[in-house]
């Protein structure tokens, strides 16, 4: 019913910058918080950074003053610029939708993912 199509990974140099975009579509009626996690080689998925329907931000600490997450809700799309990425930011990012309301109940939904690499 709903599906989040992620954009903008890839490969980059340590310090470069890359922009994260996912757009939520479906028969949905509004969605609560849209955010971005991330998952290493080994490791466990963890938050990166989120943002609500009203503009409220969390942050990872690791990623504090160097991520900046955005959101349009007119088109149900949340961005993730990325600035001075160090090879520790390499993993699979994966777009957040909590809360989405559809027909009475509230939902979760998880994007494909996207792979960035960067180099050192």
């Known amino acids: 019913q709903v599906q989040l199509v992620e954009s903008g990974g890839g490969l980059v140099q340590a310090g470069g910058s890359l922009r994260l975009s996912c757009a939520a579509s479906?028969?949905?009626?509004?969605?609560?918080?849209m955010g971005w996690y991330r998952q290493a080689p080994g490791k466990r998925r963890e938050l990166v950074a989120t943002?609500?329907?009203?503009?409220?931000?969390d942050y990872a600490g690791s990623v504090k003053g160097r991520f900046t997450i955005s959101r349009d809700n007119a088109k149900n799309s949340v961005y993730l610029q990325m600035n001075n990425l160090k090879p520790e930011d390499t993993a699979v990012y994966s777009c957040?939708?909590?809360?989405?309301?559809?027909?009475?109940?509230?939902?979760?939904?998880w994007g494909q993912g996207t792979q960035v690499t960067v180099s050192s």
């Open positions: 957040n939708a909590e809360g989405v309301y559809i027909s009475g109940s509230y939902s979760n939904y």
């Open positions: 479906g028969r949905f009626f509004s969605i609560n918080a």
């Open positions: 943002i609500t329907s009203g503009g409220y931000t």
